[in-house]
């Protein structure tokens, strides 16, 4: 568990400005109750403590792999994008992964994800799909240093972790199992200390996919 004081999660990134937006493929939890049941068991660690911002379940999310700003990105591209992953996630099954116990990151409370390998592959297959668009040269975003986690709060604030430490040491650590069975390419937007998106594909694993948008 990470002694590291807390840092603000919500400082501007390189390119992000307010109203601005980003294509990128996560992995969300709709229809994963458990999942939202792992959330809501974490809720009273956060109680009351005003330096973090939960996420709430409509949000919840693992990041995959980036495209680029929404105002950068054209259409013809993009869906371009989503037929490739397409045709790349037909050809890899589903598969299980644990979400948990929680642990403290210097900028958020966060859920790992075990074992890491297939959704590192999964992340892979969708960087083949956005090469297959514009070439391994074009693709976004290193390959390497991918850490999957899903995050319960985003920290707001910078000062000591004390007392999230000590809250988090006394929680009985808990955990649970999700099916991956589909990624989805978002336009993700973060003016309001928080990360919101609108739906705009999903790509399918296995071969009951949906070629139409």
């Known amino acids: 568990m990470s002694n590291e004081p807390m840092r603000d999660h919500w400082w501007w990134r390189p390119g992000w400005r307010l109203g601005r937006s980003f294509y990128t493929w996560h992995i969300t939890f709709e229809g994963q109750p458990s999942a939202h ?23 919840l999310h693992l990041t995959m792999q980036g495209i680029g700003f929404t105002d950068e ?17 037909a050809q890899f099954a589903p598969f299980t992964v644990t979400l948990g116990p929680a642990e403290l990151d210097p900028e958020a409370l966060t859920l790992p994800v075990h074992p ?7 992340r892979d ?4 799909a956005i090469a297959d668009m514009w070439g391994r040269g074009g693709v976004p975003e290193h390959a390497e240093g991918f850490r999957p986690h899903v995050s319960l709060a985003y920290s707001n604030a910078t000062g000591p972790a004390d007392g ?5 040491a006394a929680h009985p650590a808990s955990a649970a199992e999700i099916l991956v069975d589909r990624v989805s390419l978002i336009d993700l937007n973060r003016d309001h200390r928080a990360y919101t998106w609108t739906d705009v594909a999903t790509a399918h694993l296995g071969f009951g996919y949906n070629l139409n948008r």
């Open 164 to 168: 999230l430490v000590q809250r988090l």
């Open 125 to 128: 297959t969708l960087r083949d």
């Open 73 to 89: 990105v054209p259409l013809d591209d993009v869906d371009g994008i989503v037929r490739a992953a397409r045709a790349h996630c």
């Open 37 to 59: 049941r792992l959330a809501a068991d974490y809720t009273g660690v956060l109680t009351g403590l005003s330096t973090l911002d939960p996420v709430p379940t409509r949000w």
């Open 116 to 122: 890491v390998q297939p959704v590192a592959h999964l």
